[in-house]
């Protein structure tokens, strides 16, 4: 028997108002569930997109389609693996992803380019751009991976809720994968700029 969790980005889609999850797990299920609610300061209540509270809003439609453009610019002071104090220096890279609405949903993370024996002050300079048809529910993930010749091993990650990315240049401060937890001074230099396209 596992005590893996499931995705509640499922249940929040259709307007679930309380999805339960095995808090005993830090997988990514409890990290997403974790930044959705960062959006109101932790006090465990976010209010649902029009679509799903408003009586006679169409369902398949969504009110504007937005353009997220990210800008992975540099990190500083990305750890080994499980905080190890030994081993080789990384090879960073990072995973950039968006969860939400099924059309939202990115099927595979997009990559930047690796950045060899750096983990101190790795600089990618990549851009990307991903569609949001609802800004409500999405949330972008930025993971950090060490590029590994037999396994690539994750690092550290970000998720944050789109409607509440700040635009401009921004420090991302990075959490440890294995427990949710702030990692000291680690962080990514990013630019973020959301644009409304017309339908």
Not at 3 to 12: K, V
Not at 77 to 97: A, C, R, T, W
Not at 166 to 187: C, F, H, K, M
Request: charged share 20%.
């Amino acid at each position: 028997m596992a005590s893996d969790n499931f995705n509640p980005q499922t249940a929040w889609n259709v307007g679930c108002q309380c999805v339960s999850l095995n808090y005993q797990t830090c997988d990514f299920p409890m990290r997403i569930n974790a930044a959705k609610f960062t959006q109101n300061g932790g006090c465990g209540y976010v209010l649902k997109p029009d679509h799903l509270r408003v009586p006679g809003c169409p369902h398949d439609r969504y009110p504007t389609k937005t353009s997220l453009r990210v800008k992975i610019i540099s990190a500083s002071q990305i750890p080994k693996p499980k905080l190890s104090k030994k081993g080789e220096v990384i090879d960073p890279f990072v995973e950039l992803y968006v969860t939400g609405i099924p059309q939202d949903t990115t099927t595979k993370p997009v990559k930047t380019k690796v950045v060899n024996d750096n983990g101190f002050n790795p600089v990618w300079k990549d851009e990307f751009t991903f569609p949001i048809d609802c800004v409500e529910l999405a949330l972008l993930t930025l993971r950090v991976v060490d590029k590994d010749p037999a396994t690539d091993d994750d690092i550290a990650e970000a998720t944050i809720p789109v409607a509440s990315l700040r635009q401009g240049y921004r420090s991302v401060p990075l959490n440890n994968i294995y427990t949710d937890e702030r990692i000291p001074y680690a962080a990514l230099f990013c630019h973020f700029k959301i644009e409304t396209v017309s339908n």
